[in-house]
Nanobody, 126 residues
Framework: QVHLVESGGGLVQAGGSLRLSCAASGRSVSSVAMGWFRQALGKEREFVAV?????????????HYADSVKGRFTISRDNAKNTSYLQMNSLKPADTAVYYC??????????????WGQGTQVTVSS
């Protein structure tokens, strides 16, 4: 069993930055893909980034991002701390959502992730 806890959300002005953290406990996640998703009010949960893409393509094992955040967000991890990070720069009001981290198989589909955090709110003001 893996327990995930996100932190680092908050209110920021457009153009600003935030760094989200996802601390894992229960067992090591060093060999498990860590992903970030977000869900805006009234919308479905959507993929943001994963640190080990697992679709068997040439990008297998590399970070993979949604087009909407590519070039602005960076996913990373610290295996010694069992923690995943999402650095978010040049934030836009459209990035406003609850952000969730997840541990699983490295795809962009929510169903492929076995463990989820409780979410952290990110609000970007214009």
């Amino acid at each position: 069993q893996v327990h995930l806890v996100e932190s680092g959300g908050g209110l920021v002005q457009a153009g600003g930055s935030l760094r989200l953290s996802c601390a894992a406990s229960g067992r090591s996640v060093s060999s498990v893909a860590m992903g970030w998703f977000r869900q805006a009010l009234g919308k479905e949960r959507e993929f943001v980034a994963v640190d080990m893409w697992g679709d068997g393509s040439t990008h297998y094992g590399s970070p993979h991002y949604a087009d909407s955040v590519k070039g602005r967000f960076t996913i990373s991890r610290d295996n010694a701390k069992n923690t995943s990070y999402l650095q978010m720069n040049s934030l836009k009001p459209a990035d406003t959502a609850v952000y969730y981290c997840a541990a699983g198989s490295g795809s962009s589909s929510t169903w492929s992730y076995d463990y989820w955090g409780q979410g952290t709110q990110v609000t970007v003001s214009s």
